[in-house]
């Protein structure tokens, strides 16, 4: 066991990630040793901080939390804490069933954690913290919870009403991440689109990205989660007009058909997707669209399944995930539905609707042979640099990558001339 080292292990997405930063960074101003993720656990003090979504993060959140508890038997590491969504939605039933941790903490109120330490919460650094991610892009986060209710989505159930960050802490978190080098923006909510309503009763959204892109220093702005229904259309205007403002959007739409879209309470019709999706391509001309799709969810008949493939087939979506519904406590399907689609069918159609997708993304990559593009360095893998261009999200979608006489600098920047593609990656050489 290290004195003064604290390691924080981060489970979940990247919203939790903001947070597990914002907490290194207050724990290096009370003077600890801090690490993220790291190969070797041994920390006086350990911190997990959970996913709880579905229920196959909540497994490996648990697992985790429990190969903590017996290394903190054998002595190998000290207090064993634990916050994030898992403890937030299951906090009583964790305290009763994992004795070994030394204290529970939802997602709100880790800096009662500092607290309990002993040690002080420094406000004036709320708005700092230490990336974990390489140190030329990081995530901004504009807003936490959802209003929108979906049928099987439980972050409503975790992180409660929506609620945006204020415009003014939002720029100055931004500045002060490009004064550190920080030149890609990743703007995530579990909805971008609703942001505003709450705090200025509008969408704020578009507004929001322009004063972002003003920021000296920032090169790309990326925006995930936007919701399908009200969207706010002069977003678009924004895109186009903004040079730094990445020509990618990660809208989740979930499925196509009316029946399904009407139980999944999705508050949008089969007819206004596919004209959102028109005026979307027709607005930012080569926009790149990053969906999810799911399957298996309760009352999916092999009908709704047919107009589901045939959606993928028919957007051929630049970028597409898929799932597998999961039926979970405090939900409105779990609640009013019976999750009457059987494992082994859900698996089934994930299966065909990836086949469908995998030949879409070759084809759009294949495309991109013989162009030349704007590539940000992520870093260096053996004898390839590895690379992003505007159309790609780290550690989601395909990478470039690309063989150089010449050194080149991981953050920068450099045009790369695709000399072939496969799937899931480009090839290239840069042009200088």
């Known amino acids: 066991m290290r ?8 489970l979940g997405c990247s919203k939790n990630l903001v947070d597990s930063e914002q907490l290194m960074r207050q724990f290096n101003a009370n003077g600890y040793t801090v690490t993220h993720d790291p190969d070797k656990i041994n920390g006086e003090i350990v911190i997990v901080n959970t996913c709880g979504f579905i229920g196959d993060a909540q497994e ?43 204290r529970f903490y939802g997602k709100f109120n880790w800096k009662n954690l500092l607290n309990d330490l002993g040690k002080s919460y420094y406000s004036d650094l709320a708005n700092d913290r230490i990336l974990s991610t390489p140190s030329h892009y990081a ?3 504009i807003a936490e919870g959802c209003n929108r209710q979906c049928s099987y989505c439980s972050i409503p159930v975790i992180t409660g009403k ?61 925006l995930h989660y936007g919701y399908p229904a009200h969207f706010p259309y002069d977003l678009l205007r924004v895109m186009r007009e903004r040079g730094n403002v990445c020509r990618y959007l990660d809208i989740a739409l979930q499925h196509i058909s009316d029946r399904m879209l009407k139980k999944m309470r999705r508050h949008i019709t089969r007819e206004e997707t596919y004209e959102l999706i028109k005026i979307i391509r027709q607005e930012v001309p080569g926009i790149h669209l990053r969906t999810t799709l799911m ?47 059987s494992d082994e069918i859900k698996q089934q159609r994930l299966d065909a ?46 990478e470039v990558l690309i063989m150089s006489k010449e050194q080149l600098c991981v953050g920068n920047f450099y045009d790369v001339f695709i000399e072939k593609a496969d799937i899931f990656e480009l090839y290239g050489k840069t042009l200088i």
């Not at 004195?3 to 981060?10: G, P």
């Not at 640099?385 to 550690?395: A, N, Q």
């Open 353 to 398: 609707l990836m086949n469908i997708q995998q030949s879409v993304a070759a084809e759009i990559n294949e495309g991109k042979v013989g162009k030349t593009m704007k590539t940000m360095i992520d870093r260096k893998d053996g004898d390839y640099y590895i690379g992003r261009t505007e159309f790609d999200s780290p550690e989601v979608d395909p």
């Open 162 to 222: 929506y609620q945006s960050g204020p415009m003014e802490n939002l720029v100055m978190e931004a500045r002060l991440l490009a004064s550190k080098g920080v030149k890609e923006l990743q703007v995530i909510a579990q909805d971008l689109t609703y942001y505003g309503l709450d705090l200025y009763g509008r969408p704020a959204l578009p507004e929001l990205i322009e004063r972002l892109s003003d920021i000296p220093g920032v090169e790309w702005i990326r």
């Open 3 to 10: 004195k003064n080292k604290v390691d924080i292990i981060t």
């Open 139 to 141: 995530y901004l986060k």
């Open 60 to 102: 490996e959140s648990v697992n985790m939390i429990l190969d903590l508890e017996e290394a903190k038997r054998k002595g190998r590491i000290g207090k064993l804490f634990v916050m994030g969504c898992l403890s937030e939605r299951f906090m009583n039933d964790l305290k009763h069933e994992i004795t070994g941790v030394d």
């Open 295 to 341: 399957v298996g969810h309760p009352g999916e008949t092999e009908g709704d399944f047919d107009e589901l493939t045939a959606f993928a087939e028919d957007m051929r979506f630049e970028r597409m995930g898929a799932f597998a519904y999961s039926h979970e406590t405090g939900t409105y399907s779990y609640n009013h539905y019976r999750n009457d689609v």
